[in-house]
């Protein structure tokens, strides 16, 4: 709560004491420089005051000359109330507790008090304000009102019209924060009622939110319905691995098992929020198809086994090592156990057959905009994105790809006037407040990013070396326009938009498109030229923890590249391997030779090639053309039903690790929810594997996986368990 | 010999004496005071708390919402309650609410009687039934099968004896 230094001040009193708070501070925040709270109902401190509920009357006075205090007649919203010089607040007179009552008993009056079926009871604004504030018993004997019961808003929330007390806060949400303005208010008075426009299902990407804000329990999660109450859940600070942007939230569970989560205050990540994939999107800890067990493929059927059993096989198996063996991962594994993995295969398998990557292209390490340009592909911090003055999203879909990014991006824009430029292939939500919307033909990228960089030249704010330049003459803005279907002008003014305190972002949804290395040197060479910075963010929750560890053909932990052999061999020295010198095979490369034999043992780790990779032909050939198939995951996929071994492991909840967010903030999760039967953490089932292969000092926790890893990686030491902050570190 | 005689046969002498007289006086007399548990049983006090019963409203409906509230009020940690949604085909609550699942753990159950107190429908009452005694601790989670009452007012009739006592009233 800090004020900034230069920020002016004025002096107030409350309830007597005199106080310096910054100017124009509401007066619900200043008293809590005080120590005392103001109860509240509709105000909420990441979107603007409305005064709707009344529920934070305060008398307020002003000091006159000769010293009294004159008061105003009547009292005011403390929400509402900026602070200025000589203000006197009371929060605590006759007269306010008495307003209070009031408003306690004016809300109650169309409340049906039904909390011992209302999924809020126990953890409910209403309740814990009327227990503290309002009145203990009532004097309505009248009918109350009744409106429809568990109406489905979307299918997420369900609205309970009686119990709304019409705050706006739900309203307020979808029209300043998540921007889908998809909620409003029909009626009037009494009869006022929250609903969609045309009572249509309530579409939004974050529909979720508006279940915590609701004060009462008119907008209770589907999901969650009657499922517990609060005291029968255990509640325990996690994050989401759902996908890149690694939100902080609270998981509540009950008897061991995963029961809700809520969004838990990261004001470097998700402020507060969460978004509806994120929120719902945990079933697979209670799915009826998790793997509990290992198996063993035996005479044409896969029959429970042992671990020692299947480690057995696996090492037999994947004894002739080097170019016979491979592994591709999934984007939901801990830092520690891709680390574990790759030391695996390169310490015992000696082979470097190792991807995580599943898009259309895979760079080449020496085509890698680090290497070839010297330039980083994460530099901006989502935080960062507020203080941006202009950001050019292209190619990617932000509210789907990277949807704690957009909602950033949105306030940006909402408070500070951020320009957005946003240029994709097909309707976003980004639009909605986009400075420019760029709608190019679908695969044309390529033109689109020549075009701009092009631009740029042209209006001589950029200079590019001249082989560039004549690289460049084949997508003049006119050019681009007639390859993309953006009007030139546009492309123009795009380009003019950026500049030093400007951010490009796209996501490895880019790496689908055709010519996407092209697409990608245009983007990193106009940020470069123009000073800003480039972000190429990846979509799964450790995507980007995988590329930094080494689960990589060509690099190894902390992006050495094999063919730079001394480095390579230094990294091998301190992870106590000798590294093998032939380069392994990329996703799809090695998934042909899966499928024509060259390929004889496969580890799957937490990945379905059937759901990730875009040729099914290839997949199922390559499942089937391998001799030996190791599926190792949290549940049941279409893979598994291919595997030669089934390897059940743990979900990140259920175990201690870290996380590597697209922005390369690296998040600890511990665990949460207790083992799921037999499975066990996939780090640990790598350690255990190379001590069968390898006599030598087993790691016996992930933290102790964490040391060595900040020994290999240098860029990981601030990621260490006793350095890693409470909104994690950015590497 | 005689301080013998006087400190330590007389007074055992004496105890003899009076266990001889009360043997004599009639039987009866004493019945107030020994129940012949388990031939014979003593009404007990109105609000005892025993055995708990989940209870119905007069028309069949179970009382009970599955709110938890006697979960949360359980000093003992011994409720387990999971509730589900009560559809037009499947009722079995007024409301919509009601409990699928309702578990007591007998043995480490106080008889507090909070959750009684706790109840906001007046579903879960402690009763008379105190012979609960069982050879297995399985035996000890009463399920909600157990606890509910079969027909309304069930809980309300006296207690009857699984062993077969009798009331006799003092
Ligand atoms: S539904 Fe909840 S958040 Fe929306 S207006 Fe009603 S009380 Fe407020
Ligand atoms: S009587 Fe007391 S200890 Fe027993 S179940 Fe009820 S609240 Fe718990
Ligand atoms: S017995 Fe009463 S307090 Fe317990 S769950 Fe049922 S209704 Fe709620
Ligand atoms: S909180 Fe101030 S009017 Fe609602």
């Keep these: 709560m800090a004020a900034a230094p230069t920020t002016d001040t004025v002096t107030i009193s409350i309830n007597d004491v005199e106080i310096e708070v910054p100017k124009g501070e509401l007066i619900v925040d200043a008293v809590k420089r005080l120590g005392l709270e103001i109860p509240i109902f509709c105000y909420h401190s990441r979107m603007k005051p409305v005064g709707m509920c009344r529920m934070c009357l305060v008398e307020v006075g002003f000091k006159q000359p000769d010293g009294s205090v004159r008061k105003m007649p009547k009292p005011q919203a403390g929400c509402t109330l900026p602070a200025s010089e000589g203000m006197a607040v009371y929060t605590d007179t006759e007269l306010v507790h008495k307003d209070r009552r009031g408003v306690l008993e004016f809300l109650l009056i169309n409340h049906p008090l039904d909390c011992p079926i209302c999924d809020r009871g126990g953890e409910c604004p209403l309740q814990n304000n009327t227990l503290f504030y309002g009145p203990s018993t009532s004097r309505f004997i009248e009918l109350k009102r009744h409106l429809p019961k568990a109406f489905p808003l979307s299918r997420y929330v369900t609205l309970d019209l009686e119990r709304c007390i019409q705050c706006g806060r739900c309203v307020r949400f979808t029209e300043e924060i998540s921007g889908d303005a998809q909620l409003a208010f029909r009626f009037r008075g009494a009869n006022m009622q929250p609903t969609s426009f045309q009572l249509t299902e309530f579409e939004s990407k974050f529909s979720g939110n508006v279940i915590e804000i609701c004060p009462v329990g008119a907008l209770t999660s589907t999901k969650y319905r009657f499922r517990a109450r609060p005291w029968d859940l255990e509640t325990k600070p996690a994050i989401c691995t759902v996908c890149s942007n690694g939100c902080s939230v609270w998981f509540d569970y009950r008897v061991g098992k995963f029961v809700r989560l809520n969004g838990r205050v990261n004001e470097a990540v998700n402020e507060e929020w969460t978004c509806d994939r994120g929120k719902f999107g945990h079933d697979f800890y209670n799915s009826p198809k998790r793997l509990l067990a290992p198996a063993l493929r035996k005479e044409d059927a896969l029959r429970t086994a042992n671990w020692a059993e299947a480690y057995a096989a696996i090492l037999e198996a994947f004894e002739p090592g080097g170019n016979a063996v491979a592994a591709l991962t999934g984007p939901m594994v801990s830092n520690e156990s891709y680390y574990l993995l790759q030391k695996l295969f390169r310490g015992v398998f000696r082979s470097n057959n190792l991807d995580h990557r599943w898009t259309r292209h895979l760079s080449a390490a020496s085509d890698r905009l680090e290497s070839k340009m010297g330039m980083p592909t994460v530099a901006t911090s989502i935080e960062a994105f507020e203080h941006k003055s202009a950001v050019l999203a292209i190619g990617t879909s932000l509210a789907d790809e990277e949807p704690i990014l957009f909602l950033r991006l949105r306030k940006a824009w909402f408070k500070n006037g951020t320009k957005v430029v946003v240029a994709c292939d097909r309707d976003t939500d980004a639009d909605s407040f986009a400075h420019l919307v760029l709608r190019y033909r679908p695969g044309t990228e390529m033109a689109l990013a020549g075009g701009l960089l092009a631009a740029a030249v042209e209006s001589g704010r950029a200079t590019v070396p001249d082989p560039v330049r004549e690289d460049l003459k084949r997508y003049s803005p006119s050019a681009a326009a007639s390859a993309t279907g953006v009007p030139e002008d546009r492309i123009r003014e795009a380009a003019d938009i950026l500049g030093p305190n400007a951010a490009i972002v796209t996501t490895h949804r880019l790496l689908d498109v055709a010519d996407a290395q092209g697409t990608l040197e245009y983007l990193a060479g106009l940020a470069m030229c123009l000073r800003a910075e480039f972000n190429l963010y990846a979509l799964g929750a450790n995507d980007q923890g995988a590329l930094e560890l080494g689960i990589h053909p060509e690099l190894l932990p902390s992006g050495v590249a094999l063919a730079d052999a001394e480095a390579a061999a230094e990294v091998g020295r301190t992870m106590g391997i000798e590294i093998p010198r032939e380069p392994g095979l990329g996703t799809h490369e090695l998934l042909r030779a899966c499928a024509d034999g060259r390929i004889k043992a496969l580890w799957l780790v937490g990945c379905d090639p059937f759901a990730l990779h875009a040729d099914r032909d290839l997949v199922q050939r390559a499942l089937e053309g391998v001799e030996f198939l190791v599926v190792q995951d949290i549940v049941e996929t279409e893979a598994t039903s291919y595997a030669s071994v089934i390897l059940p492991m743990l979900g990140p909840a259920e175990q201690d690790g870290t996380y590597t967010n697209m922005e390369r903030r690296v998040q600890r999760l511990r665990q949460v929810i207790p083992d799921a039967g037999d499975a066990k953490p996939a780090w640990r089932i790598f350690a255990e594997a190379m001590l069968r292969a390898q006599p030598q000092t087993p790691f016996f926790s992930a933290e102790e996986i964490m040391e060595e890893i900040a020994r290999v990686a240098p860029a990981f030491e601030v990621a260490r368990y006793d350095r890693l902050g409470h909104e994690g570190t950015r590497l | ?170």
Excluded at chain 2, 21 to 29: E, F, P, S
């Design chain 2, 1 to 170: 010999m005689s301080d013998v005689y006087k400190s330590v046969v007389k007074p055992i002498l004496a105890g003899f004496g009076i266990t001889r007289r009360r043997l004599m006086q009639r039987r009866k007399k004493y019945a107030d005071v020994t129940v012949q548990y388990p031939d014979e049983l003593r009404e007990q006090y109105p609000r005892t708390r025993w055995r708990h019963f989940l209870t119905r409203y007069d028309n069949g409906l179970e009382k009970c919402i599955g709110c938890s509230l006697c979960a949360g009020a359980c000093p003992a940690r011994c409720i387990f309650v999971e509730a589900a949604e009560n559809t037009d085909e499947a009722r079995f609550s007024p409301g919509e609410r009601y409990a699928v699942r309702y578990e007591i753990n007998m043995i480490r159950c106080i008889f507090c009687g909070y959750c009684q107190d706790a109840c906001p429908t007046g579903a879960i009452i402690l009763r008379k039934d105190f012979e609960l005694a069982d050879y297995r601790r399985e035996d000890f989670i009463y399920t909600k099968e157990m606890l509910l009452e079969e027909y309304p007012g069930q809980s309300e009739e006296p207690f009857e004896s699984k062993v077969g006592g009798v009331y006799v009233n003092g």
